[in-house]
Nanobody, 124 residues
Framework: QVQLVESGGGLVQAGDSLRLSCVVSGSTFSTYVMGWFRQAPGKERDVVAAISRGGGTTYYPDALKGRFTISRDNAKNTVYLQMNSLQPEDTAVYYC?????????????????WGQGTQVTVSS
């Protein structure tokens, strides 16, 4: 059984940074494309970053390029999301997700496994 457990969320002030972590257990982590998504109240769940199996390819929406960085450590079965210059509009529940795939995918429906989410709240 594949399990994803996120951590690192919290309450921060505008301009602060946070690093989220997601540990994957129960399967071979290096076979998964990994994604980070977020969902604010009343809004759809959207991708914020994705990374290929080996870590050599990443994706970010244009609006988040330069502020968010996704990385992974296959030896530790962990994917990270470094978030800098956080703003109140970044407030959301952040989820990591995994999919067995050769290529990065962005649609939430294409990911097979999800974590329980971690709350990020940014105050102004």
């Amino acid at each position: 059984q594949v399990q994803l457990v996120e951590s690192g969320g919290g309450l921060v002030q505008a301009g602060d940074s946070l690093r989220l972590s997601c540990v994957v257990s129960g399967s071979t982590f290096s076979t998964y494309v990994m994604g980070w998504f977020r969902q604010a109240p009343g809004k759809e769940r959207d991708v914020v970053a994705a990374i290929s199996r080996g870590g050599g390819t990443t994706y970010y929406p244009d609006a988040l390029k330069g502020r968010f960085t996704i990385s992974r450590d296959n030896a530790k079965n962990t994917v990270y999301l470094q978030m800098n210059s956080l703003q109140p509009e970044d407030t959301a529940v952040y989820y990591c997700a995994a999919r067995t795939s050769a290529n990065i995918v962005l649609r939430t429906t294409l990911y097979n496994y999800w974590g329980q989410g971690t709350q990020v709240t940014v105050s102004s």
